[in-house]
């Protein structure tokens, strides 16, 4: 069964730190992975898209990918407590649209 | 760009009604449109697949006379709940997809009393 999996937390950090968020894979097949920001009680907003492997970076966020450990992972710079959210993890599913979604990893960074 | 709307944002309903949720892409075309649920505390759940012009494919479990889908324009696609129970009580959202990316609409919360 094609999984994404990501660390329920919460993962509690000061506000101005690095917040590191990870997700594995499990169908090598993916080639493409997506972060959504989902706030409580909010749908999931894209953050980030990466194809490639290594890092790609969007203004505080970096987002970086493995493919031979199948792993994604984000980095939030300088945290603020309005990045305190659920952060998604996905992958497409190869061969559709559609994406397969982890269960999401809790964000809290405190003032 | 890439906005996606839903209406309404929230609805109460009596059970045994049926409830109509439009997804709509407001500055692009989607040929594909995804609904999902989303239950508290839990992650998002794919119930189906809408295609523009043809048939919606739905994920394993979901009941296709249940949660009818309509994609009748590039732009709309409706989920319509047919005989609600308490149990379908959840956070319903569509997502739009664009260049291998998928967009959100704002969720519709649905109450069955």
């Known amino acids: 069964q094609k999984e994404v999996e990501q660390n329920s937390g919460p993962l509690s950090v000061p506000e101005g730190a690095i917040a590191s968020l990870n997700c594995t894979y499990s169908?090598?097949?993916?080639?493409?992975f997506f972060w959504y920001r989902q706030y409580s009680g909010k749908s999931p907003e894209l953050i980030m898209s990466?194809?490639?492997?290594g890092d790609k970076e969007d203004g505080r966020f970096t987002a970086q990918l493995n493919k031979a450990s199948q792993y994604v992972s984000l980095l939030i710079r300088d945290s603020q407590p309005s990045d305190s959210a659920t952060y998604l993890c996905?992958?497409?599913?190869?061969?559709?649209?559609?994406?397969?979604f982890g269960t999401g990893t809790r964000l809290k960074v405190l003032a | 760009g890439a906005v996606v709307s839903q209406h309404p944002s929230r609805v109460i309903c009596k059970s045994g009604t049926s409830v109509k949720i439009e997804c709509r892409s407001l500055?692009?075309?989607?040929?594909?449109m995804f609904w999902y649920r989303q239950f508290p505390k839990q992650s998002l759940m794919l119930m189906a697949t809408?295609?523009?012009?043809?048939?919606?494919?739905?994920e394993q479990g979901v009941e296709k006379d249940k949660f009818l889908i309509n994609h009748a324009s590039l732009t709309l696609s409706t989920l319509t709940v047919t005989s609600a129970h308490p149990e379908d009580s959840s956070f319903y959202i569509c997502?739009?997809?664009?260049?291998?990316?998928?967009?959100f609409g704002p969720g519709t919360r649905l109450t069955v009393l």
């Open positions: 997502s739009a997809g664009l260049s291998n990316e998928q967009f």
């Open positions: 169908d090598r097949g993916s080639q493409s």
């Open positions: 990466i194809y490639s492997n």
């Open positions: 996905a992958g497409n599913n190869p061969g559709t649209y559609k994406y397969i």
């Open positions: 500055d692009f075309q989607a040929t594909t």
């Open positions: 809408s295609n523009e012009g043809s048939k919606a494919t739905y």
